[in-house]
């Protein structure tokens, strides 16, 4: 179990490894490959967009990387950061201790870099393309995620409720850069942002696993079984392909098709997105519990298990 006496500092090692510390600026280059990984966007597995040939697809692979970039500034700026900042500045409800406290403080200015690190880039793909960027969401699932969740639970227990989305979607996004970062159909530039990414959100998930570690020890029963039985709740809106879908409707208003094509395009994307119990989200939310030791209590571990 966590304790206070057992909560390590990751300052030591933020201090050595932060990129903000240690990585030169990534420069966008002509090696020809792509900018986002095929597989994780299904309609260029459409047939009438494998017919269309490279330069449609070439334009959906850029276009839903520019997503992807929009998506992760929001995430890092407007979700992470309103709840670490909150922990670093002692305004959550529950009293972390100091080492806690500066840790989430690096996190904050982690987070504000990556988000600098990803409009300078996504400016320079721009310009390198001559393409710009489809309108952007102004949301992502979490920005709908996380209220809802906070609706369902009595007002002491909203910040945990916080807390255990924002350690979950940090983890979520860890698997995602690493994933990203491996990719050999990728550009140089592209793996290169998200490699130095990785290097930071490694050490975030450490954090956020041990920080909820160290709540949930401190929580008392009635704590625990509320929050264990609203997170059904937040994982149903956090898993939603609304957005996705929504943002994909305007890619394919936007693509070099026939209207009639782009009609039986748009029909087909309904349910192209599964999130089965093999999907890589729901894989790495079930490590998240397992590792952070939520499964631990039987209330959570069975109200879970309609979700997992
Ligand atoms: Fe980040
Ligand atoms: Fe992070």
Not at 128 to 143: D, P, Y
Not at 146 to 166: H, K, N, S, T
Request: charge should be negative; include cysteine.
């Amino acid at each position: 179990m966590m304790t206070l006496q057992s909560y390590k500092s990751h300052a030591e090692s933020w201090e050595q490894r932060a990129t903000i510390r240690s990585r030169p600026r990534r420069i966008v280059e002509d090696d020809g490959l792509h900018y986002y990984p095929l597989e994780r966007q299904p309609l260029c597995a459409h047939p009438a967009i494998v017919d269309a040939g490279d330069a449609v697809r070439d334009f959906i692979l850029l276009q839903s990387f520019y997503k992807y970039i929009n998506d992760v500034i929001i995430f890092e700026t407007e979700i992470v950061n309103a709840t670490a900042l909150k922990i670093a500045r002692g305004r959550f409800a529950h009293d972390f201790p100091f080492a806690c406290r500066h840790d989430a403080m690096s996190v904050v200015i982690d987070e504000d870099y990556h988000a600098y690190v990803a409009m300078d880039y996504l400016r320079q793909v721009e310009v390198h393309t001559g393409v710009a960027a489809l309108a952007a969401n102004h949301e992502i699932e979490l920005s709908r995620a996380i209220p809802r969740a906070l609706e369902r639970v009595a007002p002491p227990y909203r910040d945990g409720m916080e807390l255990l989305a924002v350690a979950i979607s940090e983890n979520t996004v860890t698997a995602e850069v690493a994933a990203f970062s491996r990719d050999t159909t990728l550009k140089r530039s592209v793996k290169g942002v998200m490699s130095d990414h990785l290097a930071d959100e490694g050490r975030h998930s450490v954090f956020w696993i041990n920080l909820v570690k160290l709540y949930w020890s401190e929580i008392d029963e009635a704590a625990r079984s509320a929050l264990g039985e609203t997170l059904p709740v937040f994982l149903k809106e956090y898993l939603s392909a609304e957005l996705q879908l929504a943002f994909d409707r305007r890619l394919i208003d936007a693509l070099d098709l026939p209207a009639a094509t782009r009609r039986e395009i748009a029909g087909d994307m309904v349910g192209a997105y599964p999130i089965t119990s093999q999907h890589p989200m729901i894989v790495n939310i079930r490590n998240f519990f397992k590792l952070s030791g939520l499964l631990d209590h039987a209330p959570t571990r069975a109200a879970l298990a309609s979700v997992l």
